[in-house]
């Protein structure tokens, strides 16, 4: 006889693939020129716990600010539910969407720069994933177990801060062919494990989430072809060769100090492939480790935060910056995204934390560019859960280094956006979340 379960889940996806001529990663980079394979929204709902849970992937560079809050608030309409149960991710590929509705309201009062973003697109992803929602809520299906899986990532992330003898920041190894001097040196901190979150009725496998902690970086940045990169790439093959009608969530890690550049070269093109490859078969590992178990406790926490801004910015001075045409366009779209930040730090509104607590499993959603250090921090506070981390959700604060990086100096910590007391703050959150689960479910 089938156990009888009170939960139910709903998977849901849509296409989030810029058109012809859209900005790509906030403008600074060429626009789209062809699509090499698209974009999606993929997410599910989780229905029996209290209001319902949502938890959606997005295959854009970022979201930002009240673009982050208004994904999270028409999926939480479209659900049933209120928006602080509400997670959106993003799995930061470069050559897509960098999304900040403030940062494009700010550029646009200079026609010469390229926009942050086609409000009209813009709402006609959300109002697709909206019907997403809904449709799937039709089709809802019962779980029953819970699995988790860890599987280590073989010669796929480097940490990309090369620190000299005195310990501050030499050079960055990153995937240009310039960093063939430093592919040698020593991978670096990082987190080698894939983890695998899966969602069963009985021993049918409907949803499974992968998280890792890597910039999903092959080549990009100068030719406007869209892709969903190696992980994107990677999740199709999944789909491919598991169960059918088995939904594939990944998510991207921790890793705003972590890359490619030690296995690889953005000039040879077929590495896209063998990255892709690399994904897939720690994907494939973590499926064979599955061993789904009943699901007894669930619960779901938040944490708001609002971090102050870095005090070397000026709002005059940034304004300056985006004004002077003689910048590059770099050079004045960034600082309108800095600018976003503090007006929003002035309107002291919070940045939400989350975290889904399943049995002795919890999946942690933080904002932000975090490094790797933050995810390395999360599972080491209770060593008894396994802790699935995705950063890239708003994307408001940008790079979040650690107190100690802010003292080695490097790009991250020059362009990060919040004073050094967010190491503090995120560690501090992450902590009350990690050791608030336990509530059992009914």
Request: contains cysteine.
């Given at each position: 006889?089938?156990?009888?379960?009170?939960?139910?889940?709903?998977?849901?996806r849509c296409?989030i693939?810029?058109?012809?001529?859209?900005?790509l990663?906030?403008?600074?980079?060429?626009?789209?020129?062809?699509?090499?394979?698209?974009?999606?929204?993929?997410?599910?709902?989780?229905?029996?716990?209290?209001?319902?849970?949502?938890?959606?992937?997005?295959?854009?560079?970022?979201?930002?600010?009240?673009?982050?809050?208004?994904?999270?608030?028409?999926?939480?309409?479209?659900?049933?539910?209120?928006?602080?149960?509400?997670?959106?991710?993003?799995?930061?590929?470069?050559?897509?969407?960098?999304?900040c509705?403030?940062?494009?309201?700010?550029?646009?009062?200079?026609?010469?720069?390229?926009?942050?973003?086609?409000?009209?697109?813009?709402?006609?992803?959300?109002d697709?994933?909206?019907?997403?929602?809904?449709?799937?809520?039709?089709?809802?299906?019962?779980?029953?177990?819970?699995?988790?899986?860890?599987?280590?990532?073989?010669?796929?992330?480097s940490?990309?801060?090369?620190?000299?003898?005195?310990?501050r920041?030499?050079?960055?190894?990153?995937?240009?062919?310039?960093?063939?001097d430093?592919?040698?040196?020593?991978?670096?901190?990082?987190?080698?494990?894939?983890?695998?979150?899966?969602?069963?009725?009985?021993?049918?496998?409907?949803?499974?989430?992968?998280?890792?902690?890597?910039?999903?970086?092959?080549?990009?940045?100068?030719?406007?072809?869209?892709?969903s990169?190696?992980?994107?790439?990677?999740r199709?093959?999944?789909?491919?060769?598991?169960?059918?009608?088995c939904a594939?969530?990944?998510?991207?890690?921790?890793?705003?100090n972590?890359?490619?550049?030690?296995?690889?070269?953005?000039?040879v093109?077929?590495?896209?492939?063998?990255?892709?490859?690399?994904?897939?078969?720690?994907?494939?590992?973590?499926?064979?480790?599955l061993?789904?178990?009943?699901?007894?406790?669930?619960?779901?926490?938040t944490?708001d935060?609002?971090?102050?801004?870095?005090?070397?910015?000026?709002?005059?001075?940034?304004?300056?910056?985006?004004?002077d045409?003689?910048?590059?366009?770099?050079?004045?779209?960034?600082?309108?995204?800095?600018?976003?930040?503090?007006?929003?730090?002035?309107?002291q509104?919070p940045?939400?934390?989350?975290?889904?607590?399943?049995?002795s499993?919890?999946?942690?959603?933080?904002?932000?560019?975090?490094?790797?250090?933050?995810?390395?921090?999360?599972?080491a506070?209770?060593?008894?859960?396994?802790?699935?981390?995705?950063?890239?959700?708003?994307?408001?604060?940008?790079?979040?280094?650690?107190?100690?990086?802010?003292?080695?100096g490097?790009?991250?910590t020059?362009?990060?956006?919040?004073?050094?007391?967010?190491?503090?703050?995120?560690?501090?959150?992450?902590?009350?979340?990690?050791?608030?689960?336990?509530?059992?479910?009914?």
């Amino acid at each position: 006889m089938r156990q009888k379960s009170q939960f139910r889940l709903a998977t849901f996806r849509c296409d989030i693939t810029p058109p012809l001529g859209h900005s790509l990663c906030g403008g600074w980079i060429p626009a789209v020129s062809a699509v090499d394979d698209p974009l999606e929204a993929i997410g599910f709902v989780l229905l029996g716990a209290g209001k319902p849970i949502v938890l959606c992937a997005l295959d854009w560079t970022g979201l930002c600010n009240s673009a982050h809050l208004k994904w999270r608030q028409i999926l939480a309409a479209a659900a049933g539910t209120t928006v602080d149960r509400v997670a959106v991710q993003c799995l930061h590929q470069h050559d897509a969407p960098f999304v900040c509705l403030e940062t494009d309201r700010i550029i646009r009062q200079y026609p010469e720069l390229p926009p942050n973003v086609d409000p009209a697109f813009f709402q006609r992803c959300v109002d697709s994933a909206a019907q997403a929602v809904r449709e799937s809520l039709t089709l809802k299906r019962r779980i029953t177990h819970v699995a988790t899986a860890l599987a280590e990532v073989s010669k796929v992330a480097s940490n990309r801060r090369i620190l000299g003898e005195d310990g501050r920041v030499l050079t960055s190894r990153s995937v240009a062919p310039g960093s063939n001097d430093v592919r040698a040196l020593p991978v670096g901190v990082i987190d080698p494990m894939m983890k695998s979150v899966a969602f069963f009725d009985g021993a049918t496998k409907i949803a499974a989430c992968y998280y890792y902690a890597v910039h999903p970086i092959s080549y990009c940045c100068k030719e406007g072809r869209v892709s969903s990169e190696f992980v994107g790439l990677a999740r199709r093959l999944k789909e491919q060769h598991d169960a059918p009608d088995c939904a594939h969530i990944y998510f991207t890690g921790c890793a705003g100090n972590i890359n490619t550049g030690k296995y690889n070269n953005s000039e040879v093109r077929e590495n896209r492939q063998l990255l892709t490859e690399r994904i897939f078969a720690a994907m494939e590992k973590c499926s064979t480790g599955l061993r789904p178990e009943p699901i007894r406790e669930v619960s779901w926490n938040t944490k708001d935060i609002l971090p102050a801004p870095n005090r070397n910015f000026s709002a005059t001075k940034l304004a300056a910056e985006i004004a002077d045409s003689s910048r590059r366009v770099v050079q004045r779209n960034r600082p309108a995204f800095t600018l976003a930040w503090l007006q929003r730090v002035a309107a002291q509104r919070p940045v939400t934390l989350s975290a889904l607590h399943i049995n002795s499993t919890t999946i942690l959603n933080l904002p932000g560019e975090p490094f790797v250090e933050y995810q390395l921090r999360a599972q080491a506070f209770n060593s008894e859960r396994i802790v699935a981390v995705a950063g890239y959700g708003d994307g408001g604060p940008w790079y979040i280094p650690t107190a100690e990086a802010y003292t080695q100096g490097g790009y991250e910590t020059g362009v990060a956006f919040c004073d050094p007391q967010i190491d503090l703050i995120l560690t501090s959150a992450i902590h009350e979340l990690i050791t608030s689960a336990g509530t059992k479910a009914e």
